[in-house]
């Protein structure tokens, strides 16, 4: 199957390019970014969150709601169907890149390239789907406003967050537009350019930045076996810690041990063909010797996610795989659809185009799981140098630092598959759009407190299970 492009037209010249983003301005006026979509016709934020969980492990969701009740970012970050739905009801530019779909300040972080180095860049793509530039970018802004109420934050202090990541991501998305397009490839953000970021936030920042740079170095394969495997009976296996983690053999109960055997030895077959040559014979040196289901994230738990157990040489040569269930993008219904034939391999895909450096163990698959139905998922390793930035756990000049880095970030993942050209034409040179998105932050973190409370009150009246996170 061929992959969906969302590359503009690479027949037209800079100049025709240029005037395609200005024309997307009689389509959406730069002021216009500021206004919040649909009002009294809006759908009912909770009953959303309902149907995205109905296809979910059922017992699960008293977890998941648990989760986003812890307060009103939290909500936030469970809640990407929600402002999917309110992107989608309005008038976009029409300048499309691949999406993350869900690129909350939390999406961004820490992890290892293929050459083991630690870079900086969006770290989920669960809803990464081709869709207009500017709903990542509002997606970023409205987190940074949520998460600065969090933290207590003035709104001067939010709205300079907001514009510090807006700005960062216009400016280094002009820069991209007067580049060759392979240097667009290959450019990337390491932990040097987030260290020379920090810096300007002196000491206090430089030392939290190395603090999560240290943590994130530590994380790595050998870090998480420890952590959640031990020998039970003279053979590794993962430990239980139920409901966040049920081995396979408690899932399966009674009619576990052949049928376990078969499930497990077979579970990477298919998953195995989606890597390259190379690392298809590097993951056939490991050998599978548990699988556990696991809860992950805040607006994840209740989609079907499985943590493999992998031993090389001996037990003490680990690798831990995560086998994530991928349904349909939160973006799929408010955008021309893409066809894939899988939706693990759209996850995978819209990864590659992003990412400036990926897993070398990422790839897809179909399963068929405990009840019998088949299934998309995507494999990745479970850890490696992963790290990430507490947004709601920061002063007012951390958060502005990490705003910076990741509108930065998004600015180069966006012009791996959109048009710079086009998006710089349409942004301009001056904060027209800068100052937009700071309106819609602030609004949105508004329609954001109330769709918390309504939530609140579901869980109160029973129309939601709710339990601790």
Not at 101 to 109: L, Q, R, S, Y
Not at 215 to 221: E, F, G, I, N, W
Not at 230 to 235: A, K, N, Q
Not at 410 to 418: D, F, T
Request: proline letters at 4%; aromatic letters at 6%; a positive charge.
């Amino acid at each position: 199957m061929t992959e969906p492009v969302t590359v503009q037209d690479s027949a037209l010249t800079p100049a025709a390019r240029a005037r395609r983003g200005k024309a997307a301005r009689a389509r959406v006026r730069r002021s216009e970014q500021a206004l919040l979509g649909p009002g009294s016709a809006r759908q009912d934020p909770v009953r959303i969150l309902a149907e995205e969980s109905a296809a979910r492990v059922q017992e699960l969701l008293p977890i998941r709601y648990g989760r986003m009740l812890q307060s009103p970012f939290h909500f936030y970050r469970g809640a990407a169907a929600v402002m999917a739905a309110d992107l989608g009801a309005g008038p976009h530019t029409g300048l499309t890149a691949q999406l993350c779909g869900d690129a909350h300040v939390m999406n961004f972080g820490l992890f290892a390239s293929p050459e083991r180095s630690l870079v900086f860049d969006v770290n989920d793509f669960d809803e990464t789907y081709p869709g207009p530039f500017e709903w990542d970018v509002k997606r970023l802004a409205a987190s940074l406003a949520v998460a600065g109420r969090e933290n207590g934050f003035s709104a001067r202090e939010r709205a300079a967050a907001v514009l510090e990541a807006v700005s960062a991501y216009r400016l280094r998305m002009r820069r991209f537009a007067d580049m060759r397009v392979l240097d667009i490839w290959y450019a990337r953000d390491d932990v040097h350019d987030l260290r020379a970021i920090a810096a300007e936030g002196g000491r206090r920042v430089l030392r939290r930045t190395d603090h999560v740079i240290g943590k994130a170095l530590s994380r790595d394969h050998i870090q998480a076996c420890a952590k959640l495997a031990r020998r039970v009976d003279g053979r590794l296996r993962i430990v239980a810690d139920p409901p966040l983690v049920v081995p396979l053999a408690d899932l399966l109960g009674e009619s576990a041990g052949t049928d376990q055997d078969t499930r497990v030895h077979g579970l990477l077959d298919d998953y195995a063909a989606t890597l390259s040559p190379e690392c298809r014979q590097l993951l056939a040196r490991f050998r599978v010797v548990d699988v556990a289901r696991k809860v992950v994230g805040v607006g994840s738990v209740g989609t079907r996610c499985w943590i493999v157990l992998l031993v090389g040489r001996d037990e003490g040569d680990p690798l831990l795989l995560q086998a994530k269930e991928a349904g349909p993008s939160v973006l799929a219904d408010h955008v021309a659809a893409v066809p894939y034939d899988n939706e693990g391999r759209r996850v995978v895909a819209g990864q590659r185009l992003m990412q400036a450096a990926g897993d070398i163990f990422l790839g897809w698959q179909r399963a068929t799981g405990l009840d019998g139905r088949s299934r998309d998922f995507y494999v990745r390793q479970l850890l490696d140098w992963k790290g990430s930035f507490p947004a709601d756990a920061v002063r007012p000049e951390g958060l502005r630092l990490l705003a910076r880095a990741c509108g930065s970030s998004l600015a180069r993942a966006h012009a791996r598959s959109g048009d710079p050209i086009a998006v710089t034409a349409y942004l301009g040179t001056g904060d027209a759009f800068d100052r937009a998105l700071a309106d819609f932050a602030e609004a949105y973190a508004d329609r954001n407190q109330r769709d918390y409370d309504a939530l609140v009150e579901a869980a109160r009246t029973g129309r939601v299970p709710s339990a601790d996170g």
